[in-house]
């Protein structure tokens, strides 16, 4: 059972350069989640999903789009890369909507996208 | 603004030191608050959930409380190991103007010698 798999795990982008996360889940869970998690800051949601086809921002959007063409699948794509999107990111999936699962039904998160804009 | 703080940012103990960790928020109005636990180069893991209309969970060794009236949580951790070392994060669930936000504190990385 794989959970929550993000691609790639490492990468160097210079700035103005696009590029696209993977993030893919096997657990046929309808709600997903991008965070960033900077230094000294908790993590901030990006972008989020609450199934197919349906989208919509967090608390940190500009600079990132998502689709949800399927249920497996959330990319996130950077369109044009600044130094302030130097960060890890993470996806999350789950099948309670975020913060409402717990432990019983707790968000799945990938192990991150270490992400750095020269 | 609706903030979740966490002091101390790092802690380090010897091994067997019962422990706290603090957590604070800035709105009574949550719906529940989240520990979390993350290992270096991996993502969070869901540890303990307390409702806003309960005052604790436990899970082994673990316990967290969670007082609205002061915007306070805490997670005890007894008797700990060198395999408790890891960033735990705590995090408030709030309905805030229609959208419901789930809002992450720093973390405090714990490291516990032998």
């Known amino acids: 059972n794989a959970g929550v798999t993000q691609t790639p795990k490492f990468q160097v982008l210079k700035t103005g350069q696009s590029m696209t996360l993977q993030c893919a889940q096997d657990m046929n869970h309808e709600y997903m989640s991008w965070y960033r998690q900077d230094p000294g800051m908790g993590l901030r949601l990006i972008h989020y999903s609450v199934g197919a086809g349906i989208t919509d921002q967090g608390e940190v959007p500009n600079g990132y789009n998502v689709s949800r063409s399927t249920t497996e699948d959330f990319p996130l794509r950077l369109l044009s890369a600044a130094p302030s999107q130097t960060s890890v990111y993470f996806c999350?999936?789950?099948?309670?909507?975020?913060?409402?699962?717990?432990?019983?039904?707790?968000?799945?998160f990938g192990d991150g996208t270490r992400l750095s804009i020269l | 603004k609706q903030e979740v703080t966490q002091i101390p940012a790092a802690l380090s103990v010897p091994e067997g030191e019962n422990l706290v960790l603090n957590c604070s928020f800035t709105?009574?109005?949550?719906?529940?608050l989240q520990w979390f636990r993350q290992d270096p180069g991996k993502g969070l893991t869901s540890l303990l959930l307390?409702?806003?209309?309960?005052r604790e969970q436990t899970s082994g060794r673990l316990n967290a409380s969670l007082d609205k009236s002061s915007g306070r949580s805490t997670l005890y951790i007894a008797a700990s190991q060198p395999g408790d070392s890891a960033t735990y994060l705590c995090a408030a669930f709030m309905f805030s103007g229609g959208y419901n936000k789930l809002i992450f504190g720093a973390g405090t990385r714990l490291a516990v010698h032998p």
């Open positions: 999350a999936s789950s099948y309670s909507p975020p913060g409402l699962g717990g432990v019983d039904q707790p968000q799945h």
């Open positions: 307390i409702q806003s209309s309960q």
């Open positions: 709105d009574s109005a949550i719906y529940n």
